[in-house]
């Protein structure tokens, strides 16, 4: 394939005529509240998902992997998403309790880079947000192998429409005991804000007992 498909890098034309108007990282002791700030200004900006983040993780060899999941709650204990607990992902969180996340906001020119140890939320907490879904999308949750090998798509569209023929639209789907949550409590978090001319902005925190250590880093 053609290397012209891919987007050339901006000219000093380009940069000069950017109206994005990027402001430095400010100078914060709390990476919990820069975070929320910049999730509530991508809330706004970004078109589709602004809570999507790229989930890392190891197999048993070691060997890397990683997917996109929503993020569905952010606190200082942590970031927490939900996902079948058998899948791939589950299976490696279960077995490193380790993790990576990244966050990319084009429409801000932000990233946001987080590592850290993992941990299941609790049974209520799953309860609760299980419960938030649409009927439809608990159904599809209970009828999925998730990860696992599917011989036919209608296989799965049959076991749909058979749950929805026992739950229907209504409030008491149950949730499945191998659905839940898992929470990145993080270790190191690093902001990154474009720059123009490649003159990037980098503010990382690392944990320190209860509060962090900060320092910029050259882009």
């Known amino acids: 394939m053609s290397s012209s498909v891919i987007?050339?890098?901006?000219?000093?034309?380009?940069?000069?005529?950017?109206?994005?108007?990027?402001?430095?990282?400010?100078?914060?002791?709390?990476?919990?509240?820069?975070?929320?700030?910049?999730?509530?200004?991508?809330?706004?900006?970004?078109?589709?998902?602004?809570?999507?983040?790229?989930?890392?993780?190891?197999?048993?060899?070691?060997?890397?992997?990683?997917r996109i999941v929503l993020l569905k709650e952010v606190t200082p204990s942590g970031f927490v998403f939900f996902t079948n607990l058998e899948s791939a992902?589950?299976?490696?969180?279960?077995?490193?309790?380790?993790?990576?996340?990244?966050?990319?906001?084009?429409?801000?020119?932000?990233?946001?880079?987080?590592?850290?140890?993992?941990?299941?939320?609790?049974?209520?907490?799953?309860d609760a947000y299980f419960a938030t879904r649409a009927a439809q999308s608990r159904i599809s949750a209970i009828a999925s192998d998730q990860?696992?090998?599917?011989?036919?798509?209608?296989?799965?569209?049959?076991?749909?429409?058979?749950?929805?023929?026992?739950?229907g639209d209504g409030p008491d789907i149950p949730r499945p005991e191998f659905w839940g949550g898992f929470r990145v409590t993080p270790a190191e978090i690093e902001f990154w804000q474009d720059q123009a001319f490649r003159m990037h902005d980098r503010l990382k925190f690392r944990r320190d007992g209860e509060g962090w250590t900060k320092g910029r880093l050259y882009p």
């Open 7 to 66: 987007p050339p890098s901006p000219s000093a034309a380009e940069y000069a005529t950017d109206p994005t108007g990027k402001p430095l990282i400010p100078d914060t002791d709390d990476p919990i509240a820069l975070f929320q700030v910049w999730m509530a200004e991508a809330r706004e900006k970004e078109l589709n998902d602004s809570n999507a983040m790229s989930l890392a993780t190891v197999d048993a060899s070691g060997m890397p992997d990683v």
């Open 89 to 126: 992902k589950g299976q490696q969180l279960d077995t490193t309790a380790k993790a990576a996340l990244g966050f990319h906001w084009k429409s801000l020119r932000r990233q946001v880079r987080i590592r850290g140890t993992v941990e299941q939320v609790t049974e209520a907490e799953a």
């Open 147 to 167: 990860s696992r090998p599917l011989e036919d798509r209608a296989e799965f569209e049959q076991r749909v429409a058979e749950l929805s023929e026992i739950y």
